[in-house]
């Protein structure tokens, strides 16, 4: 599995969600692998999964539905992270735009936000959205988040909410969100972690690995607490601290067990599962 591949088969995936919810065809994103936005449809039915409730009625109040059922993250950074008006916010990975039109009621006319997201039916989404929702301080930017189309010391605030976990190569992501930050900005993600690394042989097993769709389900993808400090730290930041938000159960899977899972015992695929987790992960350009 070489990185063109992990970045095709993540477009391929959330390309079509997009689609699903502009058709109407789906409520959700699911289909029958985990995902960051929760888990299979009938467990979603049943009500696990990790994208539901995260946002309040008082903050979904005056959204368009479809920027709500368009929701895939596994956080809330939005309320985490410290918006102030008159601020530049930028969201890596803005899917149906939840999180842009959030920020941008958050920082004002004054303000902007931009949601970066490399997948035309997602910002075709996000741009019908913020239109339904009257938003204009919003600016949609096609491109990758390792290679963020926006110049240097632009931005006081990075969001994003489930993405960084699907790069390939997270370290140019890192680099990438430090590079666009002004002096004294902020970084203020919620991720998938993996808390305290996988069992050994977990980590280097070829099918964990090679199971794309865990990939683009944010779980074969997600940097262990420590990568993911070390990551930030070796791009520059200081004041990193990873909060966990939710941590991730069985139930979380829903009932058809993805590839890698397929061959281990219960109790062993109950206590990986349990290692992963829900994760607001702040850190600071000095
Ligand atoms: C799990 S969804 C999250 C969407 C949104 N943040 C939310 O909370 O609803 C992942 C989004 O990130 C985008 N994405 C994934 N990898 C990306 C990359 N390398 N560069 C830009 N966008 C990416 C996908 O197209 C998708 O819209």
Known sequence: MDQQQITEAVRSRYSSIARQVTDGTSAHCCDTTPTCCGE???????????????????????LPLKAALASLGC?????????????????????????????ARRVGPEGLAY????????????????????VENVRWLKGD????PLPDASVDIIISNCVINLAADKQPVFAEAFRVLKPGGRFAVSDVVI??????????????RRDLSSWSGCIAGALTDAEYRAG??????????????????LADVGAKLPMWAQTLDTATVAAIISR???????????
Do not use: C, W
């Open 276 to 286: 992963f987790a829900s994760t607001f992960v702040r850190a600071h350009k000095p």
């Open 195 to 208: 808390h305290g690394g996988l069992p050994v042989g977990m980590d280097e097993s070829a099918a964990f």
């Open 232 to 249: 930030l730290a070796a791009a520059g930041f200081t004041a990193i601290d990873l909060e966990i938000t939710r941590r991730y159960t």
């Open 75 to 103: 956080g809330n950074p939005t309320a985490l992270a410290d918006l102030r008006p008159g601020e530049t916010v930028l969201d890596l990975g803005s899917g149906g735009g939840i999180d842009v039109l959030l920020s």
């Open 40 to 62: 299979t449809s009938a467990a979603a039915a049943s009500g696990n999964t990790i994208s539901q409730d995260l946002y309040t009625v008082t903050e979904l109040d005056g």
């Open 115 to 134: 949601g970066l997201d490399m997948t035309d039916e997602m910002l075709d989404l996000a741009r019908h959205n913020a239109a339904e929702a009257g």
């Open 145 to 148: 988040i390792a290679s963020i």
